[in-house]
């Protein structure tokens, strides 16, 4: 996923849940990417969780 800030603006990137990982880009200042991972379900269930990268929240629904 694409961050774009303006220059010196810092911004992090954290996940609701363990099985949406963050793998890069946890952090930065500036323009610059995350890169997450959404591990397989086996829960029989769907389940939701979310990214929040720089302020803004994005959800993440995986069916069962």
Do not use: K
């Not at 610059?32 to 629904?61: C, E, H, K, M």
Request: charged share 5%; hydrophobic share 35%; glycine share 12%.
């Amino acid at each position: 996923m694409s961050v774009n800030t303006s220059s010196g603006c810092e911004w992090s990137a954290t996940s609701s849940a363990s099985w949406l990982t963050v793998t890069s880009g946890a952090s930065g200042t500036g323009t610059g990417a995350v890169v997450f991972q959404v591990a397989p379900n086996t829960t029989g269930q769907a389940r939701t969780a979310s990214l929040s990268i720089g302020g803004q929240t994005f959800t993440v629904n995986q069916t069962a």
